[in-house]
C-alpha cells in the first residue's frame, strides 16, 4: 500500500502537476470568457470603494485582508513548525541558494 501512495506521490509532485494546474487555469479561463481580464477595472474599483460595510456585514476590502491574513499566517506557522522540527520537505529545492552560494553554480 505504501508503495502504491508513494508512486501517485512521485507522479503528482513532478512536472504533471505543473501540466494539470496549467491546463485547469486554461479551461477556467476559457470557460468564464477572460473574466480576470474583461473585469479588471471592476476588481480595482471594488476595492477602492469597499471600505464600509453595510451595516451587517464586512467590506470586500476586510473579507480580501482577512482571507490574505489567514493565509499568510498559516504558511509562517507551519514553517516555523517544520524548521523547528528538522523536517525539511523538497530540501533540493530550499538548497538552490546554499548550492549557488557556495559553489557558485547549480550544476555540479
Known sequence: MTDLINFINNILWSSVLIYLLLG?????????????IRHFNHMFSVLKNSTKSDGVGISSFQALCTS??????????T?????????RPRRHL????DRV????DLFH
Not at 71 to 77: D, F, W
Not at 94 to 97: A, K, W
Open 24 to 36: 485547469a487555469g486554461i479551461y477556467f479561463t476559457l470557460r468564464t470568457r477572460f473574466i480576470q
Open 79 to 87: 514553517g516555523v513548525a517544520i524548521a523547528l522540527t528538522g523536517w
Open 94 to 97: 530550499l538548497d538552490v541558494g
Open 101 to 104: 552560494y557556495r559553489h557558485g
Open 68 to 77: 490574505l491574513a489567514a493565509r499568510v499566517g498559516t504558511n509562517n506557522l
